[in-house]
């Protein structure tokens, strides 16, 4: 794997709130709940175009897609309460398990063993 150095104390890995994106939210009365569903190229961080992130003072900074996107994940895991994952490989051999879309917190659905954000500790 490529190392990549970034000379900076902090990076925004979203223009602006307005731009953050997801594969679906659902809104209910009270609560808003989002959903990334993970494909097989997260987990092998198979992308390597570049993308951009920014600098605290709004400054371009090109890296691998796959960095960018693990950066947003990251993000959104820690900030969002209503925060789903969905894991390819789960998904594909267990989707009759989800039981409740609306279930509160912050959920990831993946096989054992696998990387899983929760498992960071983040």
Same mark, same amino acid.
Do not use: C
């Given at each position: 794997?490529?190392?990549i !150095?970034?000379?900076?104390?902090?990076?925004?890995? =979203?223009? +602006?709130? +307005?731009?953050i994106?997801?594969?679906?939210?659902?809104?209910?009365?009270?609560?808003?709940? =989002?959903?990334? =569903?993970h494909?097989?190229?997260? !987990?092998?961080? !198979? &992308? %390597?175009?570049?993308?951009k992130?920014?600098?605290?003072?709004? %400054?371009?900074?090109? &890296?691998?897609?796959?960095?960018? *996107?693990?950066?947003?994940?990251?993000?959104r895991? !820690?900030?969002? +309460? %209503?925060?789903?994952? &969905?894991?390819?490989?789960?998904?594909?051999s267990?989707?009759?398990?989800?039981?409740?879309?609306?279930?509160?917190g *912050?959920?990831?659905?993946? /096989?054992?063993?696998?990387?899983?954000?929760?498992? /960071?500790?983040?």
């Amino acid at each position: 794997m490529r190392q990549i !150095k970034l000379n900076h104390e902090r990076v925004v890995v =979203f223009e +602006s709130e +307005s731009k953050i994106s997801f594969d679906f939210t659902i809104k209910t009365n009270s609560d808003l709940f =989002f959903f990334e =569903f993970h494909e097989d190229q997260h !987990k092998e961080l !198979k &992308v %390597n175009r570049q993308s951009k992130i920014f600098d605290i003072h709004g %400054n371009e900074i090109l &890296v691998p897609r796959y960095l960018q *996107r693990l950066l947003k994940d990251i993000w959104r895991w !820690k900030n969002l +309460s %209503n925060y789903k994952i &969905v894991w390819a490989d789960w998904f594909n051999s267990s989707s009759n398990l989800i039981l409740d879309l609306l279930e509160k917190g *912050r959920i990831e659905y993946g /096989l054992k063993d696998t990387f899983q954000f929760k498992n /960071l500790g983040i």
